[in-house]
């Protein structure tokens, strides 16, 4: 069965926001790495609309390799995005949800393909109250935002986690790999 991965970049002190993170070549190494590996990857509106950035480099360079390649494998993998105010997508590998997320995540666990990434921390929340995240990749990289979206917002219980392993990048970030303990 397909495992699903929550991905997500934060603060040190837990915030979610791509603004204010200084991603560098190894990084978007990782992350093309693991979109390659998986098959599907799900959004909320406002990560999508962040997402869309990297559109403009299928056509025009960024001068940076890295950043390129990511773009590229940006576009090509498959994104389904949940939005009650978005009617349409226009990038060809995008698609509106058509379920909530735990009926959509269902179906897609049942279809053959590789891993299902969730990259939004209101999706990554929803998921985690449901027990259907089989894997946490948070990548805590090396600045203080003072305020912002706290990642796991609203939830109400203690979620027990196994460490897996840990990765470190050479501009200070750290990726922790956990996964859920399960009752």
Known sequence: M???I???NMSLDGFCDHTLMLPDDEIHQHYTDLLRESDTILYGRITYQLMEYWRAFLTTSSGNKSSDE???VMNSIPKIVFSRTLKNLDWDSARLASRN???ELTVLK????GDILVGSPSLIVALTKSGLIDEYQICIHPVIAGSGLPLFNNLSKKIRLKYLKTKNFGGG???LYYEPIRQ
């Open 101 to 103: 997320i735990v009926e």
């Open 173 to 175: 970030a750290t990726i």
């Open 110 to 113: 049942e279809l053959p393909g």
């Open 2 to 4: 397909r495992k699903v």
């Open 6 to 8: 929550a991905a997500i």
């Open 70 to 72: 990511f773009a590229q």
